[in-house]
């Protein structure tokens, strides 16, 4: 892709994307769901290797709501394998482009090797400063929305769900 005339002082500090229609894309082509959220993995790291370029310092990536905890089990356990199979391939990644990851959401719902996959990245990359990809897992709108107004400077409340990121 050219960049070339790109006035990258106006480009947004921060994008937030919602993860959604992997699975209508998938059945539009006749393929399964879990072949549309794989082939959504793949568009995720795209976003992501663009976004760096471009020098987007903030990319959130709503990917699981607690509402997708309601889909069919092997659907969910397809997802969550997808997860922790992009956590381990992207630390390396991640480390020579400085990005770091943070999450928010309810963590104590994965599965114990996603969570650990996790905890392990966001500890790896914790001093990254480049990028900070934002990774939004078994969220909820009202709970965030909540901990968001809950806060009452631009800088983050320690009781928020977001506190971690140190977002300024």
């Not at 909540?146 to 983050?156: D, G, I, V, Y």
Request: hydrophobic letters at 40%; charged letters at 25%; proline letters at 2%.
């Amino acid at each position: 892709m050219e960049l070339n005339g790109l006035d990258k002082a106006r480009l947004p500090r921060h994008v937030a994307i919602i993860m959604d229609g992997n699975g209508r894309w998938a059945k539009l082509r006749g393929k399964t769901r879990i072949e549309g959220h794989r082939r959504g993995k793949t568009s995720v790291r795209v976003i992501v290797e663009m976004s760096r370029k471009l020098g987007v310092r903030y990319l959130s990536l709503y990917a699981f709501s607690t509402e997708n905890w309601f889909r069919p089990h092997d659907e969910v356990d397809a997802l969550m394998g997808l997860l922790e199979q992009y956590l381990a391939g992207e630390r390396a990644k991640m480390m020579r482009y400085g990005i770091r990851l943070v999450s928010i959401g309810d963590r104590s719902r994965l599965p114990a090797s996603v969570k650990a996959a996790l905890e392990e990245t966001i500890e790896l990359t914790r001093a990254n400063q480049r990028m900070t990809v934002i990774l939004a897992l078994s969220y909820s709108g009202r709970c965030e929305s909540a901990a968001w107004s809950n806060t009452s400077s631009p800088r983050l409340s320690a009781t928020s769900s977001f506190a971690r990121m140190r977002v300024r």
